[in-house]
């Protein structure tokens, strides 16, 4: 075979660990069966030995991309009757370029890329858990990206911080609860404004001590607080008498504690 890869006998097993325990969706009755849109998978590098690794660990790349793609909906929403955007067509490319991942288009159509590069990285110890865990970790954040609700009233990604930070730190947000981030990820300081992990760890720190299902009504916050904020999201969500700020402190201090 052509593009057969070489794994020692010990990793061929771990990845059929891995192939078994994936191999059941996680995913609640109500979202099992749901239509996630048709899946189009793109091995546009097929000569890299990133593209030959990601088919060892993930020989059924369709089936994985529906299956996490039920459980950020899951993390998102309440139930299918909920409001969501109209995916028809997924398309995943996986490709040899510099960076890690990207999501593009807009429903019903999106695009997600996934760098060889990034994988030929994340398998530098030739730890096949660990490129999984990856994997699905950038996967669940740009699946985030396809079915997230977005803020209303106040511009676009690109022309307002809010707007961009509730973005990032959701897709991380959904990434951690999912459990494809450890403690360690976890930036020290900053501030619910910086986006990414820093945001994405304080609304799973808000969902696990606050709300258990915080992230669902943050989401769906963005069609209820208009112009949409931090802080107005908070008092919708966890009551008037909260705030972002004294509960971005109370976070710190969490955290310091843990330490
Ligand atoms: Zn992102």
């Known amino acids: 075979m052509k593009h057969a ?30 239509p ?41 929403y309440y139930s299918p009757d909920d409001s969501l955007p109209d995916i028809r067509k997924i398309t995943y490319v996986l490709k040899e370029y510099d960076g890690i991942s990207a999501k593009s288009g807009r429903p ?20 096949t858990a660990k490129l999984e865990h990856e994997t699905r970790g950038v996967l669940y954040h740009e ?7 977005e803020p209303q009233g106040i511009g676009s990604y690109g022309t307002n911080k809010v707007f961009w930070a509730f973005i990032e ?3 991380d947000a959904v990434r951690y609860v999912n459990g494809c981030f450890t403690e360690k990820d976890c930036p020290d300081g900053g501030s619910y404004m910086d986006g990414y992990r820093t945001t994405g760890f304080f609304l799973g720190w808000i969902a696990k001590t606050k709300k258990p299902d915080f992230l669902r009504a943050f989401n769906r916050s963005t069609l209820e607080v208009i ?3 931090f802080d107005g999201a908070i008092k919708h969500v966890l009551g008037k008498d909260q705030d972002i700020d004294t ?12 330490e």
């Open 169 to 171: 730190g959701m897709a």
């Open 108 to 127: 019903p159509r999106v695009r997600i890329e996934y760098s060889t590069r990034w994988v030929e990285r994340s398998f530098g110890e030739s730890d």
């Open 227 to 229: 112009p949409w904020s």
């Open 36 to 76: 996630v849109g048709e899946i189009e998978f793109i091995n546009a590098s097929p000569d890299t030995r990133g593209a030959r690794i990601y088919s060892a660990i993930i020989p059924e790349p369709v089936d994985y991309i529906t299956r996490c793609a039920r459980e950020v909906l899951e993390t998102l």
């Open 247 to 258: 509960l971005w402190a109370e976070y710190q201090q969490a955290r310091s504690r843990q």
């Open 143 to 149: 699946l985030t990206h396809a079915f997230q609700l």
């Open 5 to 34: 890869i070489q794994l020692p006998l010990t990793l061929l097993a771990l990845v059929c660990v891995i192939h078994e325990t994936r191999g059941q969706s996680s995913a609640s009755p109500a979202w099992k069966n749901y």
